[in-house]
């Protein structure tokens, strides 16, 4: 079967329980540390808290765009839902509302398809798809076979043909791109996981390399993955980052609160990363990759 179980388990590792009963009781989803409440370093605040841009920066650090800069600008640049709250792809509110700081505005579709590969798949792919770089929206099935939308433009289609998928030319359609765009990404989705995507993307040796849209990722069965929504530096040269993930089942992706540091929250810092605990995952060394 092609089709990538992107199972995980439903509950958060045992390393992260206690810390995390703890911090259910002193920090919610709306606080914001103490030392960034004072009006000078809110009126650096664009648009508080309507989009990732707006998200409190420690005083001192400032905004890094290497690598794409304009996938990183249209990161921050992504707008947050007015409800923190967490919906599945079905309607219904996720059980766990405690592991996000905010929800990305983003249609998730209503089938049980964007998980969390898919998450990080699916930012990378409206990028491109909004810069009409469509020659760049390719991506590996878990067979390893290439699903690329600039095929799916011409006419080809793929199915699965026991454990590889084949391709078949239909007739092609090209009246509303952005009705194409949504039924071949409803197929990366049904084909691609963590183990693929893991094996498309290019490894990152050194962390303190740290990119927007990079993802640590663990591949495999179950595995998951989340993707760096912003980086930020000092003078000093410390790095801190946001991320962001989907999870199972289908859900609003959305921004994870640092249970590891509370009033670095939801900043991560890249000298303490090794390993990265997020609150439903942990990321082992060398899982840090890029497109």
């Known amino acids: 079967m092609i089709v990538v179980s992107h199972q995980k388990p439903t509950t958060m590792p045992t390393h992260c329980n206690v810390l995390f009963i703890i911090l259910l009781t002193t920090f919610s989803c709306t606080d914001i540390p103490k030392e960034f409440e004072n009006a000078e370093n809110k009126t650096t605040i664009r648009n508080p808290e309507k989009d990732i841009r707006g998200i409190y920066l420690p ?15 249209w990161l921050l640049d992504l707008k947050f ?31 049980d398809l964007l998980q969390c590969a898919d998450a990080a798949i699916k930012l990378k792919a409206d990028f491109l798809f909004e810069k009409n770089r469509y020659n760049e929206i390719n991506f590996f099935a878990t067979s390893g076979d290439k699903i690329s939308f600039q095929d799916w433009l011409k006419g080809s289609r793929w199915k ?11 007739t092609r359609n ?65 790095k801190i980052f946001l991320l962001s993930q989907g999870y199972m089942p289908a859900q609003d992706i959305h921004i994870l609160k640092n249970y590891g540091d509370p009033d670095l929250s939801p900043w991560y810092t890249t000298s303490n990363i090794d390993p990265l605990f997020t609150p439903q995952w942990k990321f082992e060394r060398g899982t840090l990759k890029r497109w």
């Open 81 to 111: 839902k007015k409800s923190s709250s967490v919906y599945l792809y079905n309607g219904q509110l996720k059980s766990d509302q405690f592991v996000q700081y905010r929800v990305l505005d983003i249609d998730i579709g209503k089938k």
């Open 59 to 73: 005083k001192g650090f400032s905004y890094v765009d290497a690598g794409d800069s304009l996938y990183a600008d």
């Open 160 to 170: 699965q043909q026991g454990d590889k998928l084949i391709t078949y030319t239909t």
């Open 174 to 238: 090209t009246d509303n791109i952005k009705n194409e765009y949504n039924a071949f990404m409803q197929l990366v989705f049904s084909y691609c996981g963590t183990y693929s995507l893991s094996k498309q993307l290019r490894p990152v040796d050194d962390i303190n390399s740290i990119q927007p849209g990079d993802i640590f990722i663990q591949g495999g069965f179950p595995g998951h993955a989340v993707t760096v929504m912003a980086v930020a530096k000092n003078d000093e040269g410390k």
